[in-house]
């Protein structure tokens, strides 16, 4: 069995899919999305945050590194990359002064830990949703993790940016029971240029995947392929016109009936507080959240054509 670079489990989750649900955050995203709420999952590497103000001055840390550097000053530094035992510093540190932020965990150990909530999920109708960073950067981890729950009668969720290759979305499209897409922004060339990708990969998966939702089972899925969800980020500025709205409700109704419909995430600013953290640029730093008649307004646009739209968490 496979292992891969978890950062977060977040349990009784009522917003990443249908009950009572555990989310499960993988490690790394290819994407630059300038209001992600967990920049600390974008690098595929675990990582240590250093937080002084917590520090209680034991030195804990200082006998636990192996190589011998100050791990207050220059934990999760460069020098660390030759580190034999990285997080050996976090791991010893009793205040919380220093943290690991992600760590490889195999597919047993998170079971392990994923069974425990069984009963809220047996109770709900919920699951497991593996979300990020962006999970299908781990595929084989993922795969092997949606395969045990569906072994063990879990429903999972899986959410996307879509950016992978064809063959993987459909893959993990076939061994889990829904997928939450990211629509980011319809215009593929200039959602390239903000998201520092090629966004015309995630809008042609987000096709596909469709198209394999709604034609049923097939050698390659016996079971079906998931049904999709698209979750909209809705951002003042990069993508609330009128006419990008209805650019999405037309490009998800033209997508078929494998889409169940629209969920639609207005954006704020709780995120603001991590970036400071972690000491990385905020570059939303001044934008207002948009108002509840905003909101109303686009949901309005995004059903119009007779796809279910709501606000989502
Ligand atoms: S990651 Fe390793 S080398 Fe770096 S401070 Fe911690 S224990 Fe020392
Ligand atoms: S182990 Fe933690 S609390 Fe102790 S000196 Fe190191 S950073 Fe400070």
């Given at each position: 069995m496979s292992s891969g670079i978890v950062f977060d489990i977040r349990k009784f989750s009522v917003h990443d899919g249908p009950g009572i649900r555990t989310a499960v955050f993988l490690k790394g995203c290819p994407l630059d999305c300038p209001w992600c709420h967990n920049p600390e999952g974008r690098d595929p590497r675990p990582a240590i945050l250093r937080r002084a103000e917590r520090c209680i001055l034991c030195h804990a840390c200082d006998k636990a590194c192996p190589l011998g550097i100050d791990p207050r000053r220059e934990a999760g530094g460069p020098a660390c990359a030759a580190c034999p035992d990285f997080g050996a510093c976090a791991r010893a540190c009793p205040a919380e002064s220093l943290q690991l932020v992600g760590r490889r965990m195999?597919?047993?150990?998170?079971?392990?830990?994923?069974?425990?909530?069984?009963?809220?999920?047996?109770?709900?109708?919920g699951g497991v949703t593996f979300t990020g960073g962006e999970p299908l950067s781990q595929p084989g981890f993922l795969?092997?993790?949606?395969?045990?729950?569906?072994?063990?009668?879990?429903?999972?969720?899986?959410?996307?940016?879509?950016?992978?290759?064809?063959?993987?979305?459909?893959?993990?499209?076939?061994?889990?029971?829904?997928?939450?897409?990211?629509?980011?922004?319809?215009?593929?060339?200039?959602?390239?240029?903000?998201?520092?990708?090629?966004?015309?990969?995630?809008?042609?998966?987000?096709?596909?995947?469709?198209?394999?939702?709604?034609?049923?089972?097939?050698?390659?899925?016996?079971?079906?392929?998931?049904?999709?969800?698209?979750?909209?980020?809705?951002?003042?500025?990069?993508?609330?016109?009128?006419?990008?709205?209805?650019?999405?409700?037309?490009?998800?109704?033209?997508?078929?009936?494998?889409?169940?419909?629209?969920?639609?995430?207005p954006y704020h600013s709780s995120a603001r507080g991590k970036y400071k953290l972690w000491n990385i640029d905020y570059r939303l730093a001044a934008l207002e959240a948009p108002d509840d008649a905003a909101i109303e307004a686009a949901l309005a646009v995004l059903s119009a054509g007779g796809m279910p739209a709501r606000k989502g968490g």
């Open positions: 195999a597919v047993d150990e998170l079971m392990q830990e994923l069974r425990k909530d069984r009963p809220f999920y047996d109770d709900s109708g795969g092997d993790l949606l395969d045990a729950c569906r072994a063990e009668g879990i429903h999972t969720a899986v959410e996307t940016s879509g950016y992978a290759k064809q063959s993987v979305v459909l893959d993990v499209a076939a061994r889990t029971d829904l997928l939450l897409f990211d629509l980011k922004i319809i215009d593929g060339g200039k959602a390239s240029e903000i998201l520092g990708v090629d966004y015309g990969v995630c809008l042609g998966n987000l096709k596909e995947a469709a198209r394999a939702a709604a034609t049923g089972a097939t050698t390659l899925a016996p079971r079906g392929s998931a049904p999709v969800i698209v979750r909209m980020p809705f951002i003042p500025g990069y993508n609330d016109s009128g006419e990008e709205l209805a650019a999405v409700s037309d490009f998800v109704r033209a997508a078929g009936p494998g889409i169940l419909g629209i969920h639609l995430l």
